[in-house]
């Protein structure tokens, strides 16, 4: 189930109960693909929020991960060419560890940068919002154009769910 602003209505056998479905991302709803009324499916396209602020995001952090690329590759040329004079006596240890630090530094600056774009990954997905029940539309909480904040308050849809069979 994709995190939405959704409020759903399950009518099960006997019992009703209300499930609401949040969103995590922020943005403004882009297109709404239903309508009040309207029969859905699991797993079908309710909406989509717009996702240019983290793919804006993703391209910033590509172009910061292909920097750290490019700075790692020549700390480790300078690491191996300062390992080979350590080796045979020529420089100092201090001087290496010093190398080893930066590199190792960088290293872990990379890291954090791709751990970072797997994230705004995640938030791109979470902007097609799918119903996670079999039901039916009773109210679109937020419009297309309306903005989504992302902070848990269920806005735009409610859907009753169909009857089991």
């Not at 602020?53 to 590759?73: F, N």
């Not at 930066?102 to 940068?113: M, N, P, R």
């Amino acid at each position: 189930m994709r995190f939405l602003l959704v409020l759903l209505l399950l009518l099960g056998s006997a019992v009703a109960a209300e499930i609401k479905v949040y969103t995590i991302v922020t943005g403004k709803v882009a297109k709404v693909f239903v309508k009040e009324g309207e029969r859905v499916k699991r797993g079908q396209l309710l909406m989509n929020i717009d996702p240019a602020i983290y793919a804006a995001e993703k391209e910033k952090l590509l172009g910061r991960k292909k920097e750290l690329e490019a700075k790692l590759w020549k700390v480790e040329r300078d690491y191996n060419r300062l390992k080979e004079l350590f080796d045979r006596d020529l420089l100092a240890e201090s001087t290496l560890e010093d190398k080893k630090i930066e590199y190792d530094t960088l290293k872990a600056q990379l890291q954090q940068v791709e751990g970072e774009i797997k994230r705004v990954e995640v938030f791109i997905s979470y902007t097609e919002i799918t119903s996670p029940v079999d039901g039916r539309i009773v109210k679109i909480l937020a419009p297309e154009g309306s903005y989504v904040n992302g902070e848990l308050q269920a806005q735009p849809v409610i859907i009753i769910q169909s009857p089991s069979r």
